[in-house]
């Protein structure tokens, strides 16, 4: 039972537009969202987060959009660059947890 | 400032052998945490140790076991290994226990089982 999914496995954009990643989740307990970037031969990297008494977070280019009655995120990046071009994966947890519930990512990529 | 280290990169194991994966934390980051990444799926989370105490396991059989030592190193080890055992294995530090720290993930050990 996949309690965090990305029901896009990829996205393509145009450099400058933006990109949006979508994430599910089913778990009532999971009260803190993170996203990770991951590059080829890297190991994931942490982007931005948000708990669940917020609906947005905003850093630069990335905005973290929570809706808790759907039990749905979206990551927004504004505009979006080449650099950006990577596997993105959602995971959430309990915010007094101990371990990530990862969703199963969704390669992105930003074409010049 | 180092990241995570591990050890091997990759490795090559045939069914039933041993397998040892190091990982080497952050300098000051005293909890460790092993995730599990089959191809094509998201991390999955094995254990996470604070401490040298283990703090959480995730649902994985019995031949995983892991240890963190005094200097807040830590060794993932697999049992018995099966081919559904190829995956990318990551380990993540992070500066306290609970999931509010940012964990910090190292480049994987890339595990494949003949």
């Known amino acids: 039972d996949q309690q965090v999914k990305q029901n896009s496995p990829s996205l393509s954009v145009q450099e400058g537009r933006i990109s949006i990643l979508n994430c599910d989740y089913t778990n009532s307990m999971f009260d803190y969202f993170l996203w990770y970037k991951k590059y080829p031969a890297e190991g994931p990297t942490f982007l931005i987060s948000?708990?669940?008494?917020?609906d947005k977070n905003e850093d630069g280019r990335f905005t973290v959009f929570l809706n808790k009655s759907a039990k749905h995120l979206s990551l927004h990046i504004v505009p979006s660059q080449p650099g950006d071009s990577a596997v993105y994966f959602c995971a959430a947890s309990p915010y007094a947890g101990n371990m990530l519930t990862f969703g199963g990512g969704t390669r992105l990529m930003v074409k010049p | 400032d180092a990241g995570v280290t591990q050890s091997p990169t990759h490795l090559i194991k045939t069914r039933g052998q041993h397998v040892t994966l190091r990982c080497s934390p952050i300098s000051g980051h005293k909890s460790v945490s092993w995730y599990q990444q089959v191809l094509g799926q998201g991390p999955q989370f094995i254990f996470q140790?604070?401490?040298?105490?283990?703090?959480g396991r995730g649902n994985f059989p019995d031949r995983f076991s892991a240890r963190q030592f005094p200097n807040y190193s830590s060794e993932l080890n697999v049992n018995a290994l099966l081919l559904g055992d190829s995956a990318l294995y990551l380990c993540?530090?992070?500066?306290?226990?609970?999931?509010?720290?940012?964990?910090?993930f190292g480049p994987g050990t890339r595990l494949t089982v003949t």
């Open positions: 993540a530090s992070s500066p306290g226990g609970g999931i509010i720290y940012e964990q910090y």
């Open positions: 948000i708990s669940s008494i917020k």
């Open positions: 140790y604070y401490e040298k105490e283990e703090r």
